[in-house]
C-alpha cells in the first residue's frame, strides 16, 4: 500500500510547481497527484510539463477551471495512500520533511499537525505566515490551548497529514469556490475527529511563501475572491453552532469591504443581514477586551 498521496493542486505556475516536487522524493511509497486547474498554453509548456519526467508522478489536466477547491477534490479521487498530504504549488517542502512524515507513518491519530517556516517566494527572505501556526502549536504542546484549536487556527490544509480512510468515510471535501476553499474542509475535518484522533508535532514540515499575485493576496483586493471569503467564514461559523469553536467576526469582515470599495461593502452587508450573520463572532472580541 502507498503510504503518502501529495496532492498539489496548479494553475500557471509551473517554475514554482517544480520547486515544490523537487522537495518531495520520487519513490514509490509517494503518490505525487498534481492537479493543473486549466492552465492558460501561453505560460505553459504542456509538452514539458513539471512531473511528466518523475516515475511516481500523476498529472491530471482539469480543463473545468473550477479552482483550487476543485483540483483538490479531483486529487482525492486519485489518492491511493494512507495519508493524504496537500501542497500548494507555490510552496515546498523541508529537507527533511518526508523522513518525518515516515516517524508518523503508523500513528493512531486521524489529522496531525506539523510547524511551517515561511519565507518571500522571491528572494527567500524571511516571512511571518508561520507565525501564529506555530504559536498555536506551542500552545497546544503547553496545554493553553486543545489540539483542535490549535489546528484551526490556520485552517489550511498544508502542513499537515489526514488519514485517507477517515476522510473519505466522513465524506469531507473540499468548497469549490473562488477563495477560501479549504477552511469547511479543515474544520470538518478536526472537529468530527474524536479528542484523541488529533495531535501537534513540534517539528517543521513545510515552507509556506509570499507572493504578490497568489490566492491569498488577492482576498483582501478581489471583490470577489472577498465576498467568496465571508461567505464560507459565515458558513463556518454556522457550522460551530456548539460554540466549543472561536468563531470570526462577521462584522469585522464586512468593514474590511471597504477598503475595495463601496459597491463590495454594501453587497456584503446586505448579505450579512439577510443571513442573519452581521454580528455573528462578535463574542471574540469582547473575550480579547476582557483579558487584555
Not at 500552545?139 to 499537515?160: F, H, M, N, R, T
Not at 515552507?207 to 488577492?218: E, I, N
Amino acid at each position: 500500500m502507498i503510504t503518502f498521496s501529495v496532492i498539489i493542486p496548479h494553475h500557471n505556475i509551473p517554475q514554482l510547481l517544480q520547486r515544490c516536487l523537487d522537495s518531495i522524493p520520487d519513490e514509490p511509497d509517494v503518490q505525487v497527484i498534481v492537479v493543473d486547474d486549466n492552465s492558460s498554453a501561453d505560460k505553459v509548456d504542456f509538452d514539458h510539463f513539471p512531473g511528466l519526467e518523475r516515475k511516481y508522478t500523476e498529472c491530471v489536466f482539469d480543463k473545468q477551471g473550477g479552482g483550487a477547491g476543485h483540483a483538490r477534490n479531483v486529487g482525492m479521487q486519485h489518492a491511493d495512500g494512507k495519508w493524504l498530504v496537500f501542497a500548494d504549488a507555490d510552496d515546498f517542502f523541508v529537507d527533511d520533511a518526508f523522513d518525518m512524515l515516515y516517524k508518523h507513518r503508523d500513528d493512531s491519530e486521524d489529522v496531525i499537525l506539523f510547524k511551517t517556516e515561511s519565507v518571500n517566494s522571491d528572494d527567500y527572505t524571511p516571512s511571518d505566515r508561520h507565525l501564529r501556526l506555530n504559536k498555536a502549536i506551542d500552545d497546544a504542546l503547553s496545554g493553553e490551548i486543545s489540539v483542535k484549536k490549535a489546528i484551526l487556527k490556520i485552517p489550511s490544509p498544508w502542513s499537515k497529514m489526514f488519514r485517507r480512510s477517515y476522510i473519505q468515510g466522513r465524506g469531507v471535501t473540499f468548497d469549490e469556490t473562488y477563495a477560501s476553499n479549504d477552511m469547511m474542509f479543515v474544520l470538518k475535518a478536526t472537529c468530527w475527529a474524536n479528542d484523541n484522533a488529533v495531535k501537534v508535532v513540534d517539528e517543521h514540515l513545510y515552507v509556506v511563501t509570499t507572493r504578490s499575485g497568489s490566492l491569498v493576496a488577492l482576498k483582501g483586493t478581489s471583490p470577489r475572491n472577498y465576498l467568496s471569503t465571508l461567505d464560507v467564514l459565515i458558513r463556518c461559523n454556522q457550522f460551530c453552532t456548539d460554540g466549543n469553536y472561536e468563531r470570526r467576526p462577521i462584522l469585522v469582515q464586512v468593514i474590511r469591504g471597504l477598503k475595495i470599495g463601496p459597491r463590495t461593502f454594501w453587497k456584503a452587508l446586505v448579505y450579512a443581514i439577510r443571513t442573519h450573520s452581521l454580528f455573528s463572532g462578535l463574542s471574540v472580541i469582547f473575550k480579547k477586551m476582557v483579558w487584555r
